[in-house]
């Protein structure tokens, strides 16, 4: 099979590799769609010691089941894997496992190629009127939805509905959209790239500001950089929440003294729960999320140059998505 293959830093090849092969439990999926995260440009710059080279990357995916009983069922992957029997797991927070594997890091090669296995329990049915490059979105709508999710349960009833998310990618594009499915409707978008920002205020219908100025009771740092972490400690109200997703860089920036003074709320989110990813999938197909028309397609051979723009910031779309068949 055809793959795009991380193999060192800045350096991406596509290529034959050996086929993936489905285990016992699994399903081998002919790969539709998958989407470029952040996570896998960290790994590209070489910021990623989990994700040595050379490496198959590529999470956030969609496509066919080949094979078997339910050959032809279209699926959007969760591509986080868990054991299913530890405390974390059967309390439902299967994103704290602590044996957990995503693909894209070893031992679990990633979706930028044709194929990948995946077990059953990791895949939603699509329904037929929803396309697959959608589907894909699935993962990293999924990411914001469960740090909203968990800002809004800790957000004081008594606060306004208003809410910042700092950062206009698309785990900041999904933040405002999970933010407004589950009732914040007044929600602010910062971000400076003035391409960008236009996409968003212009076609994707967000109120975008270039710098974050203000109060407001819930932050989203969908960015996670030492400069966005102080920007999230100086906009949060007294009281606020702030939901960090981002995970730019490790250290720096958080005002602890104000958070403290100010009895401000800080949580880290990590990936989503499978139930959040199957909540995030049905929003997707009930059209909750908006006509997420906001992706930039180009083939999965192309995708070293797909790295390269958005490495460049040549990338006015939140998200590019590649086929691995075009």
Request: net charge negative; hydrophobic share 45%; with cysteine.
């Amino acid at each position: 099979m055809k793959a795009l293959v991380y193999d060192g830093v800045e350096e991406l090849g596509f290529r034959d590799v050996p086929d993936a092969e489905a285990r016992a439990g699994e399903h081998l999926i002919k790969v539709e769609a998958v989407g470029i995260c952040g996570s896998d440009m960290h790994a590209y710059l070489g910021h990623d010691a989990r994700r040595p080279a050379p490496l198959i990357l590529g999470h956030e995916a969609a496509g066919v089941i080949v094979g078997g009983p339910k050959d032809g069922l279209r699926v959007t992957v969760n591509p986080l894997v868990t054991c299913g029997t530890c405390q974390a797991c059967k309390a439902g927070r299967e994103n704290l496992c602590p044996t957990r594997q995503i693909i894209s890091m070893p031992p679990r090669e990633g979706a930028f190629a044709q194929y990948v296995a995946m077990p059953e329990s990791n895949l939603v049915e699509v329904p037929e009127g929803v396309p697959l490059n959608k589907a894909a979105l699935a993962e990293p709508l999924a990411v914001s939805w469960h740090a909203v999710r968990l800002a809004l349960e800790a957000m004081h009833p008594s606060m306004d509905k208003r809410a910042l998310v700092i950062g206009g990618g698309a785990i900041g594009l999904a933040a405002a959209l999970a933010l407004k499915a589950m009732g914040i409707d007044d929600v602010t978008v910062a971000e400076p790239n003035d391409a960008r920002r236009a996409f968003l205020s212009d076609l994707c219908g967000q109120k975008t500001v270039a710098f974050a100025e203000g109060l407001f009771p819930v932050v989203v740092d969908a960015v996670g950089y030492a400069a966005t972490r102080a920007k999230a400690s100086e906009c949060a109200q007294p009281g606020g929440v702030i939901a960090h997703v981002g995970l730019g860089e490790d250290t720096g920036g958080l005002d602890v003294r104000r958070m403290t003074l100010q009895e401000i709320t800080f949580i880290g989110t990590y990936t989503y729960t499978a139930q959040d990813f199957r909540d995030t999938a049905q929003a997707i197909f009930d059209g909750r999320l908006g006509p997420l028309d906001w992706i930039e397609e180009r083939p999965l051979s192309e995708g070293f140059a797909a790295f390269k723009d958005l490495r460049q910031g040549k990338v006015a779309a939140p998200k590019i998505v590649l086929s691995p068949w075009a």
